[in-house]
């Protein structure tokens, strides 16, 4: 694991989201569908400011 950090500065944070996948699969829907909700609209705020990013539907979950 510490070779893969050495090799791969960004390994730390894929192994964090690769956790949190994880674990978010093994919990309730309920909690899944809350923390997109709020990812979604904390990415709205951000795509209101900037009206650029929402011209691209594509590029509408890239937070």
């Known amino acids: ?4 950090r050495k090799a791969n500065p960004n390994f730390g944070t894929i192994y964090i989201v690769y956790v949190f996948v994880t674990t978010a699969l093994r919990a309730n829907k309920e909690i899944i569908t809350i923390v997109a909700i709020f990812f979604y609209v904390q ?10 990013k929402t ?3 594509n590029a509408d979950w890239r937070f």
């Open 43 to 52: 990415h709205r705020e951000i795509s209101l400011e900037n009206p650029c």
């Open 55 to 57: 011209t691209n539907l």
């Open 1 to 4: 694991m510490l070779a893969q």
